[in-house]
């Protein structure tokens, strides 16, 4: 418990129900029977999109909806979320297997700490859990710069932009155990323009492919 506690202090928030907490920290892999983050990640999902489009909403009143789309995106994204979750040292508290592999760990650091933000808003109410994510996404929301949008948004601009189409993502192959998968997805628009990528989740497999093929298009 006191290793709960640190995390606590970091996120200065203190739990009511501290099984709440921990339930949002452990992975699927971690015991059978256990309650795992899943429902959590779930709803802290739906929270913290909420509390971000509140905020630049009102930050960035002059941007155009696009714009505040491209920003939410940033700031909710698996990247954020995982440099959130250092932030408060998440990682040194989750529950999941020993099976585990490092490259499985950025998805489940990222996931696990939209779960904690589910779990402090069961916890408390919409008024804490804003507390919370504005104090934790304060140098986010202040530095966000959208020169460096994610792939794919890049990607179907530069599509639409030139050829007046959209690229096209198939999943290739999925192989690993349940709990630690590997996906392979390509991209590929007109016949000129492939590329393949890996990930952990069909998400990243996407961005990663995206992020090959336009690193061949703007050579």
């Known amino acids: 418990m006191s290793r709960l506690i640190e995390l606590i202090k970091k996120i200065k928030y203190e739990f009511k129900d501290e099984g709440l907490l921990i339930r949002a920290l452990t992975h699927s892999s971690y015991k059978k029977k ?5 429902k959590l990640e779930f709803l802290g999902d739906r929270v913290l999109g909420l509390i971000i489009s509140k ?8 941007d155009s909806e696009g714009n505040l789309a491209k920003k939410l995106s940033l ?14 040292n998440l990682k ?19 996931n696990s700490m939209e779960a904690v933000i589910g779990a402090i808003f069961l916890d408390s109410d919409l008024h804490a859990v804003e507390k919370v994510i504005l104090r934790l996404w304060k140098d986010e929301i202040e530095k966000i710069d959208l020169s460096n949008h994610d792939p794919k948004s890049r990607l179907q601009e530069w599509c639409l932009r ?3 189409k959209l690229p096209i ?29 890996k990930g952990k989740n069909k998400q990243d497999a996407e961005i990663n492919a995206a992020s090959i093929l336009l690193k061949q298009i703007e050579k």
């Open 34 to 38: 256990v309650q795992n983050y899943e």
């Open 169 to 197: 993502y198939r999943c290739i192959s999925k192989k690993g155990p349940e709990h630690d998968p590997e996906f392979t997805f390509s991209v590929a628009f007109d016949e000129e323009f492939f590329a393949t990528g």
């Open 162 to 164: 030139k050829r007046k």
């Open 75 to 88: 700031l909710v994204c698996k990247d954020t979320l995982v440099k959130i979750s250092d932030k408060v």
């Open 55 to 62: 905020k630049i909403f009102l930050t960035f009143q002059n």
């Open 92 to 110: 040194d508290h989750l529950k999941t297997s020993k099976e585990i592999s490092n490259s499985s760990l950025k998805s489940i650091k990222a």
